[in-house]
């Protein structure tokens, strides 16, 4: 069984800069897919970035030129470098993954299509 554990998470004022981490187990497979979603209070889930199993990697339009999705593989780890955060940026985010043969997803299905997510971790932007 794999396990997802986010960090990184906290308040912020805007402007400011968070690092999320999503420790994970090792994967049975080298076909894995993970990203990132977040789900603001009263908003719908919204992809915030992923890396399919073929290394090619997609942000959402919110994020683009802030945020930077990176895999540390020595210590099996996804970090979300996150920049220049605003209020908007409020919610909580959520690691997710899954692996197999022609595994893949997009950022408005990714907790459709990936099987594991891990428990979140809060992120507060304050003006």
């Known amino acids: 069984q794999v396990q997802l554990v986010e960090s990184g998470g906290g308040s912020v004022q805007a402007g400011g800069s968070l690092r999320l981490s999503c420790a994970h187990s090792t994967f049975p497979s080298s076909n894995v897919c993970m990203g990132w979603f977040r789900r603001a209070p009263g908003k719908e889930r919204e992809g915030v970035a992923i890396i399919n199993s073929d290394g090619s990697s997609t942000y959402a339009e919110s994020g683009k030129g802030r945020f930077t999705l990176s895999e540390d593989d020595a210590k099996n780890t996804l970090i979300l470098q996150m920049n220049s955060l605003q209020p908007e940026d409020t919610a909580m985010y959520y690691c997710?993954?899954?692996w197999g043969g022609g595994v893949r997803t997009t950022l408005a299905t990714m907790w459709e299509d990936l099987r594991y997510w891990g428990q979140g971790t809060q992120v507060t932007v304050s003006t």
């Open positions: 997710a993954a899954d």
